[in-house]
């Protein structure tokens, strides 16, 4: 295969992979606290390439690898639900702290709820953590607030703070789901500005991703037709020699 078909495919793959990414951004338009991702690719220099199967080092090919996700961390909007254990973190960068099978985890969605145990937990079951542990309330909590510091109160008085922790580089964190991270060395936030009642949503732009999901459409098109006209020029210019020789 040609160094020119081999490009062209590389890109085409990368443009693949790219969809994939917005595609998934649109699907989570709607899902509290999940952040947006976008493919970044670097140049991929192969030093021992040529149109010879690769077997002397005549010329260097530029491919292009994807390299690696990047995440938005920008807030999304924080909207009232009325529901008084849903609660959003009015900033970028810290996270609530969840107790998992899997261990601790992160994450910016605040849509809480309680168990049959009196448990404060995420819709699919995880603890979520104050200062001291798990929250738990009883069947005489009423009128349930959380304040701007996280600390959850009823009727009956304070019942916990939500722990709040933030990390020293965001782009570390490796996403399990749609709305969980997974990360080392958690910060604590001892001014966390928490807002009960209310919920993150996501910080997907339709209008951004669409715009992007279009860009690559065209790309890969475009990639496509030049890579028909290279093999039509190939076949052309193999269909002509033969000719000649004949």
């Not at 609660?87 to 107790?99: E, G, K, R």
């Not at 099978?101 to 992160?106: A, L």
């Not at 399990?176 to 732009?205: C, K, M, T, W, Y």
């Amino acid at each position: 295969m040609e160094n020119s078909q081999l490009i062209g495919l590389s890109r085409q793959m990368a443009l693949r992979r790219k969809m994939d990414v917005i595609a998934n951004n649109l699907a989570n338009i709607n899902t509290a606290g999940y952040k947006s991702d976008n493919l970044l690719f670097e140049e991929y220099v192969m030093p021992v390439a040529s149109m010879n199967e690769f077997r002397s080092l005549d010329q260097k090919v530029s491919y292009v690898h994807d390299d690696r996700i990047a995440r938005e961390f920008a807030t999304g909007a924080i909207v009232q639900t009325g529901k008084p254990f849903n609660a959003a973190i009015n900033d970028d960068t810290s996270f609530f702290v969840l107790d998992t099978p899997q261990g601790e985890r992160y994450t910016r969605n605040g849509e809480f709820d309680i168990n049959a145990l009196g448990e404060l937990v995420t819709t699919t079951g995880d603890k979520v953590q104050g200062d001291g542990g798990p929250i738990i309330f009883t069947t005489e909590d009423t009128n349930i607030n959380i304040s701007r510091d996280g600390q959850i109160s009823s009727d009956r008085g304070e019942i916990g703070r939500l722990r709040v922790v933030t990390f020293e580089n965001l782009q570390v964190l490796k996403k399990e789901g749609l709305s969980r991270f997974n990360g080392e060395n958690p910060i604590p936030v001892e001014d966390a500005d928490i807002l009960g009642g209310r919920i993150e949503q996501s910080n997907v732009h339709g209008v951004v991703e669409i715009s992007r999901m279009i860009e690559v459409t065209r790309n890969y098109a475009s990639l496509a037709r030049a890579l028909k006209d290279t093999s039509d020029l190939r076949g052309n210019a193999i269909d002509t020699l033969g000719r000649l020789t004949a």
